[in-house]
């Protein structure tokens, strides 16, 4: 299993820290299986490091994913992040798919997160994702996200802070 690589910060401050959502071109589901997923997520980590960005909650599905992520600085923009996540995923998998050329992702939506509970929040949301979209029970069953690792490693009362925020309330396009 691949380790998250950062701890969460406990302050939104920086160059700026954003909630990130993208989905596929017509929500059509192209990232079906554990290849799949796993090639969308590994891809996430990877670009994230490569880039600096420090990645604090994310979690990948067959036709969209959401991250919380901190960019390293004030000239590191989110188009230049998704540009190479969406240039390497959609190789990758039409490449898999022998479907070349193919246009693999829509657009993307961004809010950068300013205030500790939104922020707080968000990062709940991000967590249990996938319970919301029925894939688990549990999100810490769900591998293609962060949740199991935050479970496991986050310091006990950051995490119980995090996983008990409401996030009903919250405003996330994720209508997949």
Not at 120 to 132: D, F, G, I, Q, T
Request: overall charge neutral; glycine content about 6%; proline content about 4%.
């Amino acid at each position: 299993m691949r380790q998250w690589p950062h701890s969460p910060s406990r302050l939104v401050s920086g160059p700026g820290t954003y909630i990130v959502t993208a989905g596929t071109l017509h929500k059509e589901k192209l990232f079906v299986g554990d290849e799949r997923l796993t090639l969308l997520h590994d891809s996430l980590l990877e670009v994230s490091e490569e880039l600096g960005w420090r990645l604090e909650a994310w979690a990948v599905f067959a036709n969209h994913y959401h991250f919380v992520g901190r960019s390293p600085d004030a000239g590191s923009l989110l188009n230049k992040f998704s540009g190479k996540l969406h240039s390497i995923t959609s190789w990758l998998l039409n490449r898999l798919d022998d479907a070349p050329g193919r246009k693999v992702w829509f657009s993307y939506h961004q809010t950068r997160l300013t205030y500790e509970k939104s922020y707080l929040a968000r990062l709940a949301y991000v967590h249990s994702n996938p319970v919301k979209h029925g894939l688990v029970s549990e999100a810490r069953l769900y591998k293609w996200c962060s949740a199991s690792w935050f479970e496991q490693h986050a310091e006990p009362g950051w995490r119980d802070t995090v996983l008990r925020f409401r996030t009903d309330q919250v405003n996330v396009e994720d209508d997949f």
